[in-house]
């Protein structure tokens, strides 16, 4: 049986390709995107939300009490990007093991984490791949990488790219593995307006 430990949404994004709107709030379906991804990660043992706008969410912790331990929480080191969201969140993780997963992805399901999961290994990272196109932030982490990250931060390099060392790093081919169209779908982003358009019409 499959455990889901801590999931950490990645919600300090504004997306420049959409007018600078704050990503969890944009809508699927008459639903904000961070209430979505509440609702599918809801069986975490715990769920924190990185965020640098800590008072959208003031009335989070009620509205979804029946949640264990959600936490909302702010950026230990602002201003460098994802990097920076991914290692505090791993900081203030109770678990060994996260599940990274940034706002704007709507699609995200309990099977496609579960395959990733399974395919983990003992490796710090699990990244998915579709492609040549890595997707970091719908991955699998572990507690270890936080001293990697700590160094990259250091020397300033943060692209996430520093922190896939091969040694740590499972490369999960999404697009050959599976082939299950809504397991592949779990991990799209929406970043433009077009996008967005798309996924909330007939079309999609």
């Given at each position: 049986m499959i455990e889901y430990k801590t999931a950490i949404i990645l919600a300090g994004g504004k997306g420049s390709r959409l007018g600078y709107i704050d990503k969890a709030f944009l809508k699927y379906n008459g639903e904000f995107f961070i209430d979505i991804l509440?609702?599918?990660?809801k069986e975490f043992k715990?769920?924190?939300?990185?965020?640098?706008?800590?008072?959208?969410?003031?009335?989070?912790?009620?509205?979804?009490?029946?949640?264990?331990n959600l936490k909302i929480i702010t950026d230990k080191v602002k201003g460098i990007g994802p990097i920076g969201g991914i290692?505090?969140?791993?900081?203030?993780?109770?678990?060994?093991?996260?599940?990274?997963?940034?706002?704007?992805?709507?699609?995200?399901?309990?099977?496609?984490?579960?395959?990733?999961?399974?395919?983990?290994?003992?490796?710090?990272?699990?990244?998915?791949?579709?492609?040549e196109k890595k997707e970091p932030l719908c991955a699998l982490?572990?507690?270890?990488?936080i001293e990697i990250i700590e160094k990259r931060i250091g020397e300033k390099k943060y692209k996430i790219d520093s922190i896939f060392l091969n040694e740590y790093t499972r490369h999960i081919k999404v697009n050959e593995i599976f082939k299950n169209d809504n397991i592949i779908k779990g991990f799209y982003n929406?970043?433009?307006q077009e996008e967005l358009e798309k996924i909330n019409s007939k079309e999609e």
């Amino acid at each position: 049986m499959i455990e889901y430990k801590t999931a950490i949404i990645l919600a300090g994004g504004k997306g420049s390709r959409l007018g600078y709107i704050d990503k969890a709030f944009l809508k699927y379906n008459g639903e904000f995107f961070i209430d979505i991804l509440l609702e599918k990660l809801k069986e975490f043992k715990e769920i924190i939300i990185v965020t640098n706008s800590p008072e959208k969410y003031s009335d989070y912790e009620k509205k979804y009490k029946y949640i264990n331990n959600l936490k909302i929480i702010t950026d230990k080191v602002k201003g460098i990007g994802p990097i920076g969201g991914i290692y505090t969140g791993l900081l203030n993780s109770k678990y060994n093991e996260s599940f990274i997963v940034s706002c704007d992805t709507p699609f995200v399901n309990k099977e496609f984490i579960k395959y990733v999961k399974e395919l983990k290994g003992d490796y710090f990272i699990a990244l998915p791949v579709y492609g040549e196109k890595k997707e970091p932030l719908c991955a699998l982490y572990k507690k270890n990488i936080i001293e990697i990250i700590e160094k990259r931060i250091g020397e300033k390099k943060y692209k996430i790219d520093s922190i896939f060392l091969n040694e740590y790093t499972r490369h999960i081919k999404v697009n050959e593995i599976f082939k299950n169209d809504n397991i592949i779908k779990g991990f799209y982003n929406i970043n433009t307006q077009e996008e967005l358009e798309k996924i909330n019409s007939k079309e999609e």
